[in-house]
């Protein structure tokens, strides 16, 4: 079964620090989207992505946040300048085509800034 | 409004019981999809199942039901004989066609042997 691959799986960052978060969508995947969980809490959506542009994009998805797909199989989150209330577990989706068709999920990147 | 509530925050329940987890959506759509996912510890998010808003039927599948009411804007899940390997969170979610994914907070389960 094709997967949405995450990595790193944990990465701990110094508070101000830039992070990426790295993902693999599934390859005939054409939406891409990242969704963030603080700990204990529920799975809230951050930014959807289809056509090498931000197709809608949460409140929580301030300027410190911004999406790119480099090359033709990875989609990227970078967090500029990383705070404490960003310690979460942040995931990657695709989909296949437009109204969720084939959504999948990775499992996650759990982010840690301390 | 677009809401998903999960009234029930955590349940404990003993092995080999019948459990229902409940879910209340809130949408203005006539087209929309529904979801259960499950967070096991290790904190993936696992499908479960997605229903679209014109297909009512209840659906079984091995231990777990789903029964869709769309006059009460409910969308249960049940498990039937639990195990413990049941134990996690429950979330339920809603799309439009907008794509993106509303979640429920979840209903933490306990399966106790």
């Known amino acids: 079964e094709p997967e949405v691959t995450q990595t790193p799986s944990h990465q701990v960052t110094q508070m101000g620090q830039e992070v990426i978060l790295r993902c693999v969508p599934i390859?005939?995947?054409?939406?891409f989207y990242w969704y963030r969980q603080i700990l204990g809490q529920k799975v809230e959506f951050l930014v959807s992505?289809?056509?090498?542009?931000?197709?809608?994009k949460s409140e929580i998805f301030d300027d410190q946040f911004s999406v790119e797909r480099p090359d033709g199989s990875n989609f990227t989150l970078k967090i500029r300048s990383t705070k404490l209330e960003d310690s979460a577990m942040y995931f990657c989706a695709s989909s296949e085509a437009w109204g969720n068709y084939g959504y999948t999920f990775g499992s996650g990147t759990r982010l840690t800034v301390v | 409004a677009q809401k998903v509530t999960q009234a029930q925050t955590e349940i404990s329940v003993v092995e080999k019981e019948d459990v229902t987890l409940d879910c209340v959506y809130e949408t203005r759509d006539t087209t929309y999809y529904l979801f259960w996912y499950k967070q096991p510890p290790s904190g993936e998010l696992v499908f479960l199942i997605r229903r679209n808003s014109f297909d009512e039927q209840n659906e079984i599948s091995g231990r777990y039901s789903w029964n869709f009411q769309k006059s009460t804007s409910s969308f249960n899940f049940t498990i039937t004989a639990s195990q413990v390997v049941d134990s996690a969170v429950y979330f339920c979610?809603?799309?439009?066609?907008?794509?993106?994914?509303?979640f429920g907070k979840g209903t933490r389960l306990h399966i106790l042997p």
């Open positions: 979610a809603l799309s439009h066609q907008d794509d993106k994914i509303i």
């Open positions: 390859s005939n995947h054409l939406y």
């Open positions: 992505f289809y056509n090498n542009e931000i197709s809608e």
